[in-house]
């Protein structure tokens, strides 16, 4: 049987068997959400021997050559060892400077690093509540002119995280793990041709930053910002993108309950046929945007997507 090495620990393990599970079976603390290689809480990183991975494709090439593995996508083939993330080592530790409600069910909370975080618009970094409580968040901020990192919290779920957010308060800490690219960014590039921006619920977090990044930029195209939500309570950055549609004539905003979207996507149109998508949402949402973006005949390679697990999926 091969043999798994992790912190000087050796297992027999058996050929085959998927990694995440190896590791607690084993007793080894690793932090796990979804299971489908979507929120990458589950990184571990493979110093030697040979791993059978499923989705090689799910982390960015330069962090997959250092060794990272996503656990819960891969198998063991053989003899390896293996290192997990220990926030308490690896984490930069960050302080509670703002914690509302933005709705009864999104809670806003700001957090100032020990040290400054270089990152760029749309990224999103894992918030660790302990070192099996990992919860990958895309940042609403904007660098270089918020001096805090920003996030939305969706709590109208009851998931562990949330609970744990919940309780925070100004002054505590918590740690931050690892910075992750993922697709939503803006592309100096991109200043003459469309933007539209599609979100659903707390997606809207990191196209706020990306909108904002473009605005900063001096994108003049046309920007169309189209926000699902499941009521119209749920529209919660409102005033703040009416704010910035008033001050910047190119910005035109869609505001949308749930009930409504068949009928929007069915009547949706293109400005512009060289127009860039950046969508953020739940798959089954980017499923139906990425289709309806398509018909209208937007080329695939235009369109830019994030997905979310929610936390029921999680299984918080």
């Known amino acids: ?16 068997s998927n990694l995440l599970d190896a590791l607690k079976v084993s007793g080894i603390a690793v932090p796990s959400s979804c299971r489908a290689g979507s929120c990458l809480v589950c990184q571990v990183r493979c110093v030697a021997g040979e791993l059978q991975d499923a989705q090689p494709q799910a982390l960015p090439a330069e962090r997959y050559a250092e060794g990272w593995r996503l656990a819960c996508q891969c198998r063991v083939a053989g003899d390896a060892e293996v290192e997990v993330f220990d926030p308490a080592r690896a984490g930069m530790l960050a302080t509670v400077v703002g914690h509302d409600w933005l709705t009864p069910d999104v809670l806003r909370l700001r957090l100032l690093p020990e040290r400054a975080l270089r990152y760029q618009a749309g990224q999103h970094v894992q918030l660790c509540a302990s070192p099996e409580l990992l919860r990958p968040y895309s940042l609403a901020s904007l660098p270089d002119e918020d001096r805090w990192l920003e996030f939305h919290v969706q709590c109208r779920t009851q998931g562990a995280f949330s609970q744990f957010a919940r309780q925070l308060q100004q002054g505590s800490t918590l740690r931050l793990g690892a910075l992750q690219g993922g697709s939503l960014h803006y592309d100096a590039e991109w200043q003459s041709r469309p933007l539209l921006l599609l979100a659903s619920g707390t997606g809207l977090a990191p196209l ?21 939500a499941h009521d119209a309570q749920g529209h919660y950055l409102r005033q703040e993108l009416l704010a910035l549609a008033v001050e910047h004539p190119q910005l035109r905003l869609e505001f949308i309950v749930a009930a409504e979207l068949p009928a929007f996507l069915a009547q949706f149109r293109l400005v512009e046929r060289s127009s860039i998508a950046l969508v953020c949402a739940h798959p089954a949402r980017v499923e139906a945007f990425a289709k309806s973006l398509y018909l209208a005949g937007l080329p695939r390679t235009q369109v830019f997507a994030d997905v979310f697990v929610s936390a029921n999926e999680q299984g918080e």
């Open 1 to 16: 049987m091969p043999q798994l090495s992790v912190a000087g620990q050796q297992f027999e393990v058996a050929l085959g």
């Open 208 to 228: 706020y930053g990306v909108l904002r990044e473009a605005l900063r930029q001096g994108h003049a195209a046309p920007i169309c910002l189209c926000h699902v």
